[in-house]
């Protein structure tokens, strides 16, 4: 699963603040134990050469006296090697009792060079800083050693990494909280640009987003969504045009055909095959005519030009004249209407509620097979009245419910014009619906087909 991007942001800067803390605790770490061996060393070197010549001068009592005086670290040790490595001279800690340097190390001291480095003395091999050089007394080539302990070293080192290992954690959680603030505060206008981007449809197309004054990217981007806007308005608004020019351009042409038809199929003379084809096209002309009517209807709902004569009417007389109407088509297709139901008050355009209702009756007439019935029915309950339509059809899927209020949505893609109009039938009744305050849905109609029902504000008749 993708994580958001305030929180890959955190992620990711959590990620380089451990790796930066990480690399800058070891540094600091080295740079510690690196400075407190280079004091331990500041002080052992010379410490180590005024062994040496204490020894060279006063002999063994003067070299315990110079120890004891110039080592004053933890665990301080130190001791006169002879040439074959035994200890001559001693002082300090136990490990002093015992040879502190190999003999290959003795024999490259006494060789002229000096040394100092990190040893493991004692049966438990604790760890000291030794520093080594050479000797002459009496004619006889010896070894100086002094050494001090490392656990000041080993203490120090320790309690820095335990700082670290506490409070790195505690700081990376605090710096990625943070970062978590930083980058929903920083993401902040985006949020309130996709939401105000969001609630953009096709009945606020002329909104826009709001550019804020940063000059950054964020208002680089809201400019560009705004530009896009201007585009999708644009063509959206020579759409609806083209529609409605194109939609006023075919009814003249439609009607003249109807009256030629009509004309036509009132000469007796016409035989039977030539009356077919005539009233077959009569028919088209018919259908052609009720989409361009539709396609105005949808052509004003887009440019918020839907006109209204409202008044007080009963749904009930309005739905018996769209039934009245339907009859003939009702019959041709084999199908009973059936209208029943009470007086049903409301506020609305007769004729445009008439529209709607007559969608729903042709649309449930269409897919009812022959021999069935289409039952309209009226009803006012909780402040509503409405009209439901039930069919005794193939019925409506549930995944589709919603999208079969859509403009030119089938069902059954397949299915031919004899069996389905062009799918405008039912947009149509949803906005008018809408126009009205009201509202229209779909359900099952029991054991077979649907039931389409159209809801309106009840009208509550004065005392």
């Known amino acids: 699963m993708r994580l958001p991007i305030r929180a890959r942001v955190t992620v990711w800067y959590a990620i380089l603040l451990a790796a930066i803390v990480a690399a800058v605790g070891a540094f600091l770490v080295v740079r510690l134990r ?38 004053t670290g933890e665990r301080p040790a130190a001791q006169i090697l002879d040439v074959s490595g035994r200890v001559a001279v001693s002082f300090g800690d136990a490990v002093s009792r015992a040879p502190m340097l190999g003999r290959a190390d003795a024999a ?113 981007l809201a400019r560009t969504l705004n530009a896009m806007l201007d585009r999708i308005e644009h063509g959206v608004s020579e759409q609806h045009r083209l529609v409605a020019d194109a939609s006023h351009e075919l009814r003249t042409p439609l009607a003249a055909m109807r ?119 009226t009803w006012a309950a909780d402040g509503e009245v409405g009209v439901t339509v039930r069919d005794q059809g193939p019925g409506v899927a549930v995944d589709v419910r919603e999208l079969i209020f859509d403009r030119f949505f089938r069902a059954d893609p397949s299915r031919t014009r004899s069996t389905g109009g062009g799918g405008l039938g039912l947009a149509i009744t949803r906005e008018i619906a809408s126009a009205h305050a009201g509202r229209v849905w779909v359900e099952d109609a029991g054991t077979s087909g649907s039931a389409f029902t159209l809801a309106l504000a009840r009208l509550e008749r004065s005392a």
Do not use: K
């Open 259 to 377: 009256a030629e038809i009509d004309v036509s199929l009132r000469a007796d003379e016409l035989p039977p095959a030539a009356r077919r084809v005539l009233g077959s096209a009569r028919e088209e002309v018919d259908r052609m005519t009720r989409t361009v009517d539709d396609l105005l209807v949808l052509a004003s709902v887009d440019e918020g030009r839907l006109e209204l004569l409202v008044e007080p009417l009963d749904l009930h007389d309005v739905v018996a004249r769209a039934v009245a109407s339907l009859d003939p088509l009702a019959r041709s297709h084999g199908v009973t209407l059936a209208l029943d139901g009470p007086t049903a008050m409301a506020v609305g355009d007769p004729d445009r509620l008439g529209h709607a209702l007559r969608n729903l009756v042709e649309n449930a007439i269409q897919f009812s097979p022959a021999g069935g019935e289409v039952a309209v029915c």
């Open 34 to 71: 690196a400075d407190l061996i280079a004091a331990i060393d500041g002080t052992l070197r010379p410490a180590t050469a005024q062994i040496a010549d204490g020894y060279r001068a006063e002999g063994a009592p003067e070299a315990v006296d110079v120890a004891r005086s110039v080592l």
């Open 108 to 220: 490259a001291v006494l060789r002229g060079g000096g040394l100092i480095r990190t040893v493991e003395l004692g049966r438990s091999g604790q760890r000291f800083r030794l520093a080594a050089r050479p000797t002459i007394r009496r004619g006889r080539r010896q070894v100086a050693v002094a050494a001090e302990s490392m656990a000041t070293v080993d203490r120090s080192v320790r309690r820095v990494l335990v700082l670290l290992l506490v409070a790195g954690p505690a700081a990376l959680l605090a710096t990625a909280m943070g970062g978590w603030w930083l980058a929903r505060r920083a993401l902040r206008p985006i949020d309130r640009m996709t939401a105000r981007a969001a609630a953009i449809d096709l009945e606020r197309i002329e909104d826009r987003l709001v550019v804020p004054r940063t000059g950054d990217e964020v208002a680089h």
